[in-house]
């Protein structure tokens, strides 16, 4: 354990956080937050709305937005090499993935502080404010990696957003229409597979009250997918990847 967890990984870390504003990963993300909180203000005054709205807005941010965001700045960063000069250090790939996905659970954080404080400030709505967070960050880190997985499993950039949008299509969208109502509920029991499902059964419970066992079952599988791809899948393959033209 303090193989990974050392100043290695927090100077990898530092790193991540300047290459998520330089590549406009947490900058875009700042926006679309602040872009959410305009449609927020102009649905404050239907509590329902706003019941089913923000969720579903966080869990675009956390799933979909997390996923094409570390999917395409691994190709940025293939593309300047900037990886590869890892390689020669004293660092693992481990450390250089965990630093990743830790990176892209506080860009999501910042997001959902933004869309979470705005929406008690600007509506009447209840939500549980740090179960929401921990949440985002537990969300955005798994689906993190599910895009590295992505960005593994592709031959270039377009093959990439094909990968996503398959993705996107099985295993996100069905959900989005979970949260709105309009699948049956023996759904929930079926979707659970997805960690996209587990992420909006997570984002709900801040919101309402939400069955014990679904939520506890959500929380292992969000927890166990991405850690199986990450040890079994993408850290093997991980530096052949970033080193092949």
């Known amino acids: 354990m303090k193989e990974l967890f050392n100043k290695n990984l927090f100077s990898l870390f530092k790193g991540e956080v300047h290459r998520s504003v330089k590549y406009k990963i947490l900058p875009v993300g700042v926006i679309f937050s602040f872009l959410w909180l305009v449609l927020i203000f102009f649905l404050k005054d239907d ?20 996923i094409m965001l570390v999917g395409a700045s691994l190709f940025f960063e293939k ?13 693992s790939t481990m450390q250089i993935l965990i630093s990743k996905i830790i990176s892209a659970g506080i860009t999501g954080v910042v997001s959902g502080i933004i869309v979470g404080v705005g929406a008690l400030l600007i509506t009447d709505v209840e939500l549980m404010l ?3 967070l921990l949440a985002v960050f537990v969300i955005t880190m798994a689906h993190s990696a599910i895009g ?17 949008m398959i993705y996107m299509l099985i295993f996100a969208i069905l959900p989005i229409l979970a949260i709105d109502g309009l699948l049956p509920k023996v759904f929930d029991y079926i979707l659970i597979i997805s960690p996209s499902h587990c992420a909006s059964i997570l984002l709900q419970a801040a919101f309402t ?11 292992i599988w969000i927890i166990f997918v991405p850690t199986w791809l990450i040890i079994k899948f993408v ?3 991980f530096q052949e990847h970033m080193m092949r033209g």
């Open 47 to 66: 509590s329902e709305a706003v019941i089913t709205i923000v969720p579903l807005l966080i869990y675009m941010d956390t799933t979909i937005m997390s």
């Open 235 to 237: 850290a093997p393959r």
């Open 148 to 164: 590295l997985t992505l960005a593994i499993l592709a031959k270039d950039f377009p093959n990439l957003l094909v990968k996503m």
């Open 130 to 132: 740090l179960p929401l």
């Open 79 to 91: 593309s300047e090499g900037s990886v590869v000069t890892l390689f020669v250090t004293p660092t």
């Open 209 to 219: 009250n939400t069955d014990w066992y679904m939520v506890l079952i959500s929380i």
